[in-house]
């Protein structure tokens, strides 16, 4: 049988550099696969990255893409801000062939499990963590025996939608088989997309050392479960020693939720890095629990090798942070951010803005934190109101959403119509505030100037200033600080030539 896994991975913009990383979900279920069924199963993972307005070359690719592997299963894994190509992929896949069983998975498919099958070109859509769900899918189809028991999915019949009960989610993580990196090319996501850290120019891995997150932000996807489940440092050693020496990668992305939850088994896997005797360049891009990390935890984490690490803040409003169920002890980030600076690591800020009911004072309360922090860089996200989750549900009973369709694929750099307190048109002046007063400074500039060139190449630094200039939408003579202007002032004049070609905002 042979199944073909394809990753959508799409991009709002037309004149930014795509980010892109190899398909690690995929990996996995293509590991399990083979481990449950052996030479039964070819398996081939495909990452289709895709613009608006390419329908035409988009179609051309995935048909010649079909016609070239011939599956007999087609699995798709799609954001929410792809839904639109998800569903444009699997219409072409079933005209191509309408007996080709097509099952989708990934945020999008769990979180509206509904809506993805509504057009009715999706079979089966698996809801959650995959492992064992598509194994036993794949089985029953391979005997031709019903499947629509199977547990933790979702399929219409008769034009109604059934969600079978919930699968139980891994226990033992050491018991998931390694992801299969036979089957992707490292070399393809190096000089042509953009990582999680924004680097360009290096081959890398991505590592999960954990699944499932304690905590009940009201803004993130449910797709992994509530209950912390963590690999041991061992196994996660092994995986990254067997990356190291078979394809000599150095640099490796991990991007757990919430790696240092347990934060002495975190301590362990810095540890045995360390006394590995490999020579690794880590960074932690999605973020750690900042409140969590300890003065040791970050020196050893650099030691490691660690050089780039996220902190998601998100709001400096305490009244907020109860509100979205985050609770995050900002004292303590603060210090962890101005600690990770010091040991020479690079920081990067996770803020968002347009909360419900959020007010135009407590936006300015979290641009102040910002400001006052030690972090080199920030990124100012406006909020999206996910269906599924617990934050658009609260969007709902304050009156949004409920007459019309919310536009998810706007993703998280644009500004749109929300439950906060205050204008749209306010909202952009914010985000551009923030950005100006952020970044705009003697200080800010040379942070980075000193800090960056230890991870980030030339190139990527620019891009780096780049994405602050373009953001911001301000213009050369709104920066006040003489320092920060000299530096900055031929990135306005490139941002200046994108701006008179088309809409370039990141």
């Known amino acids: ?13 037309e004149e930014v550099w795509p980010s892109a990383e190899h398909s690690l979900g995929l990996m996995y279920l293509a590991a399990s696969l083979k481990k449950e069924f052996g030479a039964e199963v ?24 079909l016609i070239d592997y011939s599956p007999d299963i087609v699995g798709i894994r799609s954001l929410s801000i792809g839904k639109d190509h998800f569903h444009f992929t699997a219409q072409t896949v079933k005209e191509w062939n309408p007996g080709c069983f ?14 993805c099958l509504k057009s009715g070109y999706t079979d089966c859509v698996v809801i959650g963590e995959g492992e064992l769900t598509l194994n036993e899918l794949v089985k029953r189809l391979s005997k031709k025996t019903n499947w629509k028991n199977i547990h933790g999915i979702a399929y219409t019949e008769n034009n109604i939608v059934y969600k079978t009960s919930p699968r139980h989610l891994i226990g033992d993580l050491d018991s998931i088989p390694m992801p299969d990196y036979t089957l992707i090319d490292f070399e393809r996501f190096s000089n042509r997309f953009l990582t999680f850290t924004s680097k360009i120019s290096k081959p890398h891995a991505n590592i999960m050392t954990t699944r499932g997150c304690p905590y009940r932000c009201a803004y993130c996807h449910n797709i992994l479960g509530k209950n912390f489940r963590a690999r041991t440092a ?8 067997f990356i190291h020496d078979t394809y000599g990668i150095t640099d490796f992305q991990i991007i757990d939720d919430i790696f240092n939850l347990d934060i002495i088994r975190a301590k362990k896997i810095c540890d045995m890095i360390i006394n590995s005797g490999m020579k690794l360049t880590l960074s932690f891009p999605n973020g750690i629990r900042g409140d969590k990390a300890d003065n040791e935890l970050i020196d050893k984490m650099a030691e490691a090798g660690t050089r780039f690490i996220s902190y998601a803040v998100e709001t400096a409003s305490h009244r907020l942070q ?9 004292d303590k980030i603060f210090k962890a951010i101005e600690y990770s600076s010091k040991t020479g690591i690079i920081t990067r800020g996770f803020f968002m803005i347009g909360f419900p009911t959020e007010t135009e004072e407590e936006v300015v ?23 599924g989750t617990e934050l658009y549900k609260l969007a709902q009973s304050l009156g949004y959403f409920n007459n019309t369709e919310y536009d998810v694929q706007r993703d998280y750099v644009n500004v749109g119509e929300g439950p906060y307190d205050f204008s749209l048109e306010t909202l952009t002046e914010l985000k551009k505030k ?18 960056l060139p230890g991870y980030f190449t030339q190139r ?3 891009g780096f200033f780049m994405a602050y200039v373009v953001s911001s939408r301000a213009s050369f003579n709104e920066v006040n600080d003489e320092t920060a202007g000299r530096i900055l002032k031929r990135y306005f004049a490139v941002a200046e030539k994108f701006s008179k070609k088309s809409e370039f905002y990141v």
């Open 1 to 13: 049988m042979k199944i073909l896994l394809v990753d959508i991975l799409r991009t709002s913009l």
């Open 102 to 115: 097509l099952v989708a998975g990934g945020p999008y498919p769990t979180d509206s499990p509904e809506d």
């Open 434 to 451: 923030a950005i100006k007063e952020f970044a705009f400074t003697k200080e800010r500039v040379e942070s980075a100037l000193r800090l």
């Open 42 to 65: 070819d398996i081939n993972i495909w990452t289709n990255v895709s613009k608006p307005k390419h329908t035409d070359s988009d179609r051309i690719e995935i048909v010649n893409k």
């Open 365 to 387: 309360q979290t641009i102040e934190f910002a400001k006052a922090s030690s972090l080199c860089g920030a990124t100012f996200f406006t909020v999206v109101y996910f269906p």
């Open 234 to 241: 061992e196994n996660v050693l092994d995986e990254i020693r």
């Open 460 to 462: 990527e630094i620019d």
């Open 322 to 330: 109860k509100l979205i169920q985050k609770n995050l002890n900002l």
